[in-house]
């Protein structure tokens, strides 16, 4: 079944690239069972969304170019090419524009929805004003996001190798827009962010883990504060990772009545001695931690390999070195096999494809 369905995998990409060589045009595909639909422009996702079946086990590739968003409300997976251009692992830039809701209206729960391999220019919102069901196993993979808005009940969220841009907020201080958040957990995470807020009825529990948190106070809208604010019984659990505040113009302070109660912190690397006085912290200033860089501001060319003196003396509670490169690891390249040498040929009235496949 395995060998069957990366078979179609690899032809619903040939089609793609072949269309798309083409036409130079954004294509989705929508694969369910062994039968494949392809969609064509900046609609075709959202075309592709409306054909998927209620039931779940659909998938949707997508090819390099930009793709409007549309409301998922069906438990399907969504494969781009890459979130960023990158030669050396042969990724491409697949780009949806526009505000990108997860969740259904109808009181009904959306569960087993995968997100993987494209950049998001709008905002990620994990439910909405909306949406009135509750959200249960979305995973989302090797994505960027520019920001990200919780607004619906949800349980086992995790985000693994992605990378957060801006603000990240858990609704706000207002009874209507607070709910609970079960297990939200990010890996191996790249989190540039403006401001980290969240807000519940009976508590959130987020685990950070592996992560690179770069702080900075000047965000506009965010706090100009501590970007790790929780209120109403947030849980969060800061390990194995990285704190890094970029702003030096706010002093230390400033930030310390900030932390969560009953914050949890252990085997981290930071500047920032409250976070050194917890259970196994590292201080280190922001310019002794990365081979290539001063602080964690992502760009696409970093590799946020730590110095060689930390990756050998700063262990996680795994055992693995602190920060991206430990736990899963790091790899901007997403689960769809590459397709290379593709060659088409027509022959009477069919399609010759030849091609050597990379699975990853």
């Known amino acids: 079944m395995k060998t069957k369905r990366l078979m179609i995998s690899l032809l619903v990409l040939c089609c793609a690239m072949a269309v798309k060589a083409q036409n130079d045009v954004a294509i989705a595909t929508l694969q369910h069972g062994d039968n494949v639909s392809v969609f064509k422009g900046p609609s075709a996702l959202a075309s592709a969304l409306a054909a998927a079946s209620d039931q779940g086990g659909d998938v949707i590739t997508l090819s390099q170019g930009t793709f409007t968003a549309a409301a998922i409300t069906k438990p399907v997976s969504i494969y781009g090419a890459g979130f960023e251009t990158d030669n050396a692992s042969s990724t491409l830039l697949t780009t949806i524009s526009g505000d990108l809701t997860v969740g259904r209206t109808d009181n009904t729960t959306l569960s087993n929805v995968h997100l993987e391999g494209f950049y998001l220019d709008g905002e990620f919102k994990v439910g909405g004003i909306e949406i009135t069901g509750p959200l249960e196993n979305l995973r989302v993979v090797k994505t960027k996001l520019k920001s990200m808005l919780v607004q619906s009940s949800n349980s086992n969220t995790s985000f693994d190798q992605c990378v957060f841009m801006g603000m990240m907020n858990r609704g706000n201080d207002n009874n209507a827009y607070k709910s609970v958040i079960a297990d939200m957990f990010f890996s191996n995470c790249i989190m540039n962010l403006g401001a980290f807020r969240f807000y519940s009825n009976t ?113 996680g509670t795994d055992n693995t070195e602190i920060g991206i490169h430990g736990g899963n690891g790091w790899s901007k390249v997403p689960s769809t096999p590459v397709v290379k040498n593709l060659q088409l040929g027509v022959n009477g009235g069919e399609l010759n494809v030849t091609y050597d496949a990379i699975t990853r």
């Not at 506009?220 to 970007?227: A, D, E, F, R």
């Not at 390990?239 to 900030?258: A, F, G, P, T």
């Open 203 to 315: 508590g959130c529990s987020i685990v950070l883990d592996h992560c690179i948190f770069n702080a900075y106070y000047n965000y506009p809208g965010g706090l100009n504060y501590s970007p790790l604010q929780g209120s109403h019984n947030t849980i969060l659990t800061l390990r194995n990772s990285i704190y890094i505040y970029s702003n030096s113009s706010k002093s230390q302070s400033d930030s310390y009545h900030l932390w969560p109660s009953g914050t949890m912190i252990s085997n981290c690397i930071s500047q920032e001695p409250n976070i050194v006085n917890y259970d196994n912290c590292f201080q280190m200033g922001k310019d002794g931690i990365f081979e290539d860089g001063e602080d964690g501001t992502y760009s696409s060319d970093r590799t946020y390999v730590l110095k060689s003196e930390l990756s050998s003396s700063c262990i």
